[in-house]
């Protein structure tokens, strides 16, 4: 017992000796469980909304003011036609619209039937699931309260025709594997390239590598191709299983898939990179691309929980993920079949990324090799 205890005292006298390693396995949890906590969340609120209120009465403008009223619902924009609709959904800047019909005030006021139309973006099946049901309560509620003409009780008036665009079974699969293929992609070369570097420091061979005719660039560009190489490999495999193992429907352009997935590959492979330039061993190398990076980014890009749904003081962090953008750019290609026209935007934020961190981290491994 008194040298098992040497040997624990000696372990955490290590741990202690290397401030960084203890920072992480101390600080990082609380910092993360303090973030985290707030952005995991199943419950859906501010869905955006988007109407398109052909009648323009008093009744049609109550109803969106019940929906507007709504904690779980947020009326982004009016729209004038219906052709409007797919330009908010494709983009994702709405996830519902709400249609109201030429006459629907006129129907009320006689006492009859009528229907309005709740077209949903059905790429996140789940959270579709839950905003359709509060549609359709909201609805069912408002409808109840409406009285006939001569003031007596009837049976509601109002009911909704729901249509689910993309995913029309709102199947979770459709939704979940494109992001998991996103998932795997930055897991493996993160931490493969995490490690480059700092295994070379560990063995002995950094100092070898240095006074051999290699130049700086070939050493890094000779690291990290190997690992690219393994990721297009895994784009390609993890693809061919989605299609034709579980039948999500690819309904993009294949070609923009894989030049997408070449640019992500970048960023995964520059931020791996990086953190091999600022730790000290391999052990230090995983523990902070998992704490700091990986586990962050896969809470925070939307990969689990909506972003529509965390605190507004989190939303914004979300920017600074570039999970979020590729899952955005996969979900585009996979569910709705858009392009570069819809899809610039995050591609654009992506790409920026990746170069970034690139640039960044050779630049700081140039430093670590002179």
């Known amino acids: 017992m008194k040298r098992l205890g040497h040997i624990i005292r000696k372990e955490f006298l290590e741990l202690r000796q290397d401030p960084r390693l203890f920072g992480i396995v101390i600080i990082a949890p609380i910092v993360q469980l303090t973030m985290l906590g707030y952005a995991a969340t199943t419950d859906v609120r501010n869905v955006p909304l988007v109407v398109v209120d052909q009648d323009r009465s008093s009744e049609s403008r109550e109803l969106v003011n019940r929906f507007d009223a709504s904690p779980s619902f947020d009326v982004i924009d009016g729209l004038t036609s219906t052709d409007d609709v797919d330009g908010y959904l494709n983009?994702?800047?709405?996830?519902?619209?709400l249609?109201?019909?030429n006459g629907y005030g006129e129907q009320i006021r006689a006492g009859r039937a009528t229907t309005v139309q709740v077209v949903a973006d059905g790429t996140d099946a789940n959270s579709t699931n839950v905003a359709l049901g509060y549609a359709s309560t909201l609805v069912a509620s408002y409808a109840r309260e409406l009285v006939s003409p001569t003031g007596e009780p009837q049976p509601p008036l109002v009911s909704a025709d729901v249509r689910v665009w993309f995913n029309p079974q709102l199947e979770s699969k459709d939704f979940m594997i494109p992001g998991i293929l996103a998932l795997l992609l930055l897991v493996?070369?993160?931490?493969?390239?995490?490690?480059?570097?700092?295994?070379?420091?560990e063995l002995g061979t950094l100092e070898q590598l240095n006074v051999t005719p290699i130049s700086r660039w070939e050493l890094i560009v000779g690291k990290l191709l190997p690992y690219a190489f393994i990721g297009v490999i895994d784009v390609l495999l993890v693809t061919l299983v989605a299609l034709w193992w579980f039948e999500v429907p690819l309904r993009g352009s294949f070609l923009l898939l894989f030049a997408m997935?070449?640019?992500?590959?970048?960023?995964?492979?520059?931020?791996?990179?990086?953190?091999?330039?600022?730790?000290?061993?391999?052990?230090q190398a995983m523990m902070t691309a998992s704490f700091f990076f990986l586990i962050p980014m896969v809470f925070l890009s939307g990969f689990v929980f909506p972003i529509e749904n965390m605190p507004t003081v989190i939303q914004p962090v979300t920017y600074l993920i570039p999970l979020r953008y590729f899952l955005v750019i996969l979900r585009g290609i996979f569910l709705k079949g858009v392009g570069l026209e819809i899809l610039w935007p995050d591609a654009l934020a992506l790409l920026a990324w990746g170069v970034g961190i690139l640039v960044l981290a050779?630049?700081?491994?140039?430093?670590?090799?002179?």
């Open 261 to 283: 997935s070449v640019v992500y590959l970048m960023t995964t492979l520059g931020l791996g990179l990086f953190v091999s330039t600022i730790s000290a061993t391999q052990q």
């Open 188 to 201: 493996v070369t993160t931490n493969l390239s995490s490690m480059s570097i700092v295994r070379e420091k």
């Open 362 to 370: 050779t630049l700081r491994s140039s430093k670590r090799l002179a």
């Open 99 to 101: 249609d109201i019909p």
């Open 91 to 97: 983009t994702g800047k709405a996830w519902m619209a």
